[in-house]
Nanobody, 122 residues
């Protein structure tokens, strides 16, 4: 079955960096666009970044542009999120999932992993 296992979260000071990983299995990874979402306490889950099947295109939420970088390794069935210049408002549980393009929007489909907690605090 489909499995998505996120890792790499933790506690970091403002201005710091983290690299998240998501190991995928149970589907043809290289055929699917992948994404990172996040959900902060009391808020809806929001799309953070998308990478297309071969990594040829990426999209970012305005709030993370210039600070976060999404990438993928199709040989390792893994998607990454490099996060720099972290801010307290980046605090959230981060999830990876598959996405599909619907018009101008990216929509998640299928299962979610358990997520990884990122806390930005001094």
């Amino acid at each position: 079955q489909v499995q998505l296992v996120e890792s790499g979260g933790g506690l970091v000071q403002p201005g710091g960096s983290l690299r998240l990983s998501c190991a995928a299995s149970g589907f043809t990874f290289s055929s699917v666009s992948m994404s990172w979402y996040r959900q902060a306490p009391g808020k809806e889950r929001e799309l953070v970044a998308v990478v297309t099947t071969k990594g040829e295109r990426t999209n970012y939420a305005d709030s993370v542009k210039g600070r976060f970088t999404i990438s993928r390794d199709n040989a390792e069935n893994t998607v990454y999120l490099e996060m720099n210049s972290l801010k307290p408002e980046d605090t959230a549980v981060y999830y990876c999932t598959r996405v599909v393009k619907a018009g101008s929007r990216w929509l998640p489909f299928g299962s979610w992993g358990q997520g990884t907690q990122v806390t930005v605090s001094s």
